[in-house]
């Protein structure tokens, strides 16, 4: 699913340059262009981070 039609960037795409090190919507869009564009997509994209970056932190016990 294209999350910026735009720059026709795919979610995969998004979760790639997450999880090899962005960490912020400006980040992402260095990376692979998404939000560069219009701006329509960053708030999807700002759900995304959330989704990776949360997965990545250990739960506390």
């Known amino acids: ?7 026709r ?3 995969c795409e998004v ?3 997450i999880r090899r090190g962005a960490r912020t919507e400006d980040h992402v ?8 564009g219009c701006g ?3 708030d999807r994209v700002a759900d995304i981070l959330d ?7 250990p739960a506390a016990a």
């Open 9 to 11: 960037v795919r979610e």
């Open 1 to 7: 699913m294209y999350v910026c039609i735009c720059e």
């Open 15 to 17: 979760r790639r340059v």
């Open 29 to 36: 869009g260095d990376a692979c262009g998404a939000g560069t």
């Open 51 to 57: 989704e990776e970056l949360g997965a990545a932190v």
């Open 40 to 42: 329509a997509c960053l």
